[in-house]
């Protein structure tokens, strides 16, 4: 492994991250309505399909992820999983939002797979490449916070860019942002994997199964904490994004704001981003990240105050500073963890298995962001809340405590386990001494 990296590296490496952004929210948002308006799929088939797909993510994600662990040639670990899986996703995209005239449920399912399997063969490997460029504690922060950063930056430019070029239609969107996604992220996919090292493996002993790697994986107390973290952190933040616009519709009784709204708070997730590397770099990693979940989840918690005052808006968007700055916290710290806390994993195995690391991270996010949506909706049935009539004071207040309170003492909680975290920068030097002896 690298001790550091140039600034070149770092830049080239990261900028595949935000090309590969901009096609989430035609994946997450469009997709559905692309597939059940224009193409006239009925609405149930298309969620049955989507969730079939999905599914086999339990199976995809850790044998990605292990699979690229044992790979080996002359081009490297990562960058072979890489440009494989870059054109399996771009024919994917362009068969699902560039369909023929009477495609069906079966072009669906073989194209969504092919988005999403090759995005993930494409993405797991590209994380533990970036886990693997440096063994130094604040050079993996630096490069987690370029990548990660892009990443928003591409969220950020792909609500806007329908926006800007006044495409208003929902098919139209898609196929805008599909095309730049695919046109954007071949050049710098191909970019990286020419310009940027890809370390070789380090293996010290025989490799574990899949099976006996899980069960070494679950037995790593560090990354035990940090998992439990991210899913709960990723059910805090799951919370608002599923709820966000019936506040708006419901509560705030002004529909058209979100956008504006939700431009301010990915805009100050970009912003953060240097302050977060900052504070990591001098106080820790686990300490930043515990400050910015603590932030937001106050933040939240000031919600319903605002609804009193004369402009909520103007106090939701200055809350949603603080939130989207809590995101970008989110988005870079815990990954740059994570690249720690393989180092306990190698130390005990003599093994490297990023790959494999990240793949469970994968799988825990996706956990909590599924569970936000399942949990909200019907709990909202329950308690009689309507999204088509009129709601009492009662439904208003249990959509709230949803919206803002549940996830503001889910960010503490978040805050509580990741305090006492036991990889700090010391303890990430003596990781890598111990290895060094070791090998």
């Known amino acids: 492994m690298g001790a550091r990296t140039t600034r070149r590296q770092r830049l080239v490496y990261a900028a595949p991250a935000l090309p590969l952004a901009m096609l989430g ?3 997450l948002v469009i997709l559905p309505d692309f597939w059940a308006g224009a193409m006239r799929l009925d609405l149930a088939t298309v969620g049955i399909v989507l969730t079939a797909v999905r599914m086999f993510d339990v199976v995809i994600d850790p044998m990605v992820g292990r699979l690229s662990d044992l790979s080996r040639s002359r081009f490297g670990r990562r960058k072979p999983f890489m440009a494989l899986a870059m054109p399996v996703a771009a024919v994917g995209a362009i068969g699902l939002f560039f369909p023929p005239a009477g495609a069906g449920a079966l072009w669906l399912f073989v194209f969504y797979a092919l988005v999403t399997w090759g995005w993930t063969a494409l993405s797991l490997p590209y994380w533990a490449w970036g886990a693997e460029l440096s063994d130094e504690y604040a050079e993996r922060q630096r490069i987690t916070s370029l990548r990660e950063g892009g990443t928003i930056l591409g969220i950020l430019i792909s609500a806007l860019a329908p926006v800007l070029l006044g495409i208003t239609a929902h098919v139209g969107q898609a196929h805008l942002l ?123 918690a000031f919600v319903p105050t605002i609804l009193r005052t004369a402009h909520p808006l103007v106090w939701f968007g200055v809350i949603s500073l603080f939130t989207g700055a809590g995101l970008g916290a989110d988005f870079t710290i815990p990954p740059a963890i994570q690249a720690d806390v393989v180092d306990v994993d190698e130390l005990a195995s003599g093994e490297r298995r990023a790959g494999l690391y990240f793949a469970a991270a994968t799988m825990a996010q996706k956990a909590g962001n599924a ?64 290895i060094a002896v070791r090998a």
């Open 371 to 434: 569970l936000a949506p399942g949990i909200a909706f019907p709990l909202l049935g329950l308690a009689g809340f309507s999204t088509h009539g009129q709601n009492g004071s009662m439904q208003v207040m249990f959509l709230l405590v949803l919206y803002c309170g549940v996830p503001a003492a889910l960010k503490i909680a978040a805050a509580a386990i990741m305090r006492r975290f036991p990889i700090d920068r010391a303890a990430q030097e003596e990781l890598r001494a111990a």
């Open 178 to 300: 599909a095309l730049l996604t695919i046109g954007l992220a071949g050049p710098a996919v191909a970019l990286a994997l020419i310009a940027v090292p890809d370390p070789p493996a380090v293996r010290r002993a025989a490799p574990a199964g899949l099976g006996a790697a899980l069960l070494l994986i679950g037995g790593n107390a560090p990354f035990r904490r940090l998992i439990l973290a991210w899913a709960v952190n990723g059910l805090a933040n799951g919370l608002p994004a599923a709820l966000i616009l019936i506040v708006f519709d419901k509560v705030l009784h002004a529909p058209d704001a979100s956008g504006p709204i939700l431009l301010v708070y990915f805009a100050a997730g970009v912003v953060s981003v240097p302050l977060w590397l900052t504070l990591s770099v001098r106080v820790g990693k686990h300490r930043a990240w515990t400050i910015a979940m603590a932030v937001s989840g106050v933040a939240f």
């Open 25 to 27: 929210l035609p994946l």
